[in-house]
């Protein structure tokens, strides 16, 4: 929203314990992000990113022609499905099957790698639609790894995409928007027990 | 294709025997479908139905509203995600856990009968990117039901739906596109056969 110089206000959701005004506007998932905008609200991070690109026109976070479009919003389901649920997995699952989980998410993570190798962003010259999708790799990622005792954005195996972190967090438009890193510990290590003891349950 | 009256040439694949046209196009996902335009490719079907809408204009399938535009992605992802997931995963199952898989499948099938209701087509008057996001309902599911001996789409339960299946294989468009029954029972018997032996071997 900052890059399309737009006035908002952002609401945080206690995510133990959500507010009716979530349940109401996202009744399907029940989960953040959800923008609300003339009364209506929508829902989906992906989403969300086309539906501001397309009510606001100015500063485009999607490239214009058809072809890239597209690549971009293959791109952004890849991390938004695949790495994210690849990484995800390799932080939490324990034992054995750990040196598996981190091979499949540093193979994801590679693919990336490979798209990003010669671009200043995702998105070219500046920061698109896929940097943000991808943003999460800037300040999320190194707290995942640390909590889960894993390696995976080493910045030999992939240069380029170290790069491109250091000059995404350098854009003036994000260094306000990154979350506390203590929060995000909290955030994770909450995650990560749960998920750990649901396994448990299982076993 | 047909709605945009574009001429297109349809290649099969086998996916037990993947062409190397097929593995190079989408050599991240090694998946059908594909498109192949100007020596260029974009897979995926959801990204594939919107690069369709964004390179031959002349009958959107989308709405043109940012909101409209919204909700109808919100709900492709719902369908492509959600309801594949749960009826699959309810045709595939056995013994006690079939009851609560049914369940879940229904539910998500719940909310697409409350959005379609009052409308001919998801697009409204004529058949739009919603519809055919959707079309596996009208050719798919009743193959799944059968082989998966559980009931989906009851018309007493989902009359929107129902009404809306017909009006969708009416249209002249869809007709001559719909694979014929025996290959589809193949396809998902071979699926559901698969599914099945891994499920016996990891118990």
Redesign the interface.
């Given at each position: 929203m900052k890059d399309k110089g737009v006035e908002y206000e952002y609401i945080e959701e206690d995510l133990a314990n959500k507010s009716p005004l979530l349940l109401q506007s996202n009744a399907?998932h029940k989960k953040v992000p959800v923008i609300l905008h003339?009364g209506?609200s929508?829902?989906?991070s992906l989403?969300?990113l086309?539906?501001i690109d397309?009510?606001w026109k100015e500063n485009p976070l999607l490239p214009q022609d058809?072809?890239e479009?597209?690549?971009a919003?293959?791109w952004a389901?890849?991390i938004d499905e695949k790495c994210v649920i690849a990484i995800w997995e390799a932080t939490v699952v324990q034992g054995e099957e750990k040196v598996k989980a981190v091979e499949a998410a540093l193979e994801s993570v590679a693919?990336l790698e490979n798209h990003i190798q010669g671009k200043k962003f995702f998105g070219g010259e500046k920061i698109g639609y896929l940097d943000i999708v991808a943003g999460w790799i800037t300040h999320w990622l190194n707290v995942l790894e640390e909590l889960g005792d894993i390696e995976i954005l080493n910045a030999e195996k992939f240069p380029s995409l170290h790069e491109w972190k250091q000059n995404f967090i350098q854009t003036s438009t994000v260094k306000d928007c990154i979350p506390p890193r203590e929060k995000v510990v909290d955030y994770f290590s909450f995650g990560i027990n749960y998920m750990r003891s649901l396994k448990a349950n299982k076993e």
């Amino acid at each position: 929203m900052k890059d399309k110089g737009v006035e908002y206000e952002y609401i945080e959701e206690d995510l133990a314990n959500k507010s009716p005004l979530l349940l109401q506007s996202n009744a399907v998932h029940k989960k953040v992000p959800v923008i609300l905008h003339n009364g209506k609200s929508v829902a989906e991070s992906l989403i969300i990113l086309e539906y501001i690109d397309e009510t606001w026109k100015e500063n485009p976070l999607l490239p214009q022609d058809p072809y890239e479009r597209a690549l971009a919003r293959f791109w952004a389901r890849f991390i938004d499905e695949k790495c994210v649920i690849a990484i995800w997995e390799a932080t939490v699952v324990q034992g054995e099957e750990k040196v598996k989980a981190v091979e499949a998410a540093l193979e994801s993570v590679a693919f990336l790698e490979n798209h990003i190798q010669g671009k200043k962003f995702f998105g070219g010259e500046k920061i698109g639609y896929l940097d943000i999708v991808a943003g999460w790799i800037t300040h999320w990622l190194n707290v995942l790894e640390e909590l889960g005792d894993i390696e995976i954005l080493n910045a030999e195996k992939f240069p380029s995409l170290h790069e491109w972190k250091q000059n995404f967090i350098q854009t003036s438009t994000v260094k306000d928007c990154i979350p506390p890193r203590e929060k995000v510990v909290d955030y994770f290590s909450f995650g990560i027990n749960y998920m750990r003891s649901l396994k448990a349950n299982k076993e």
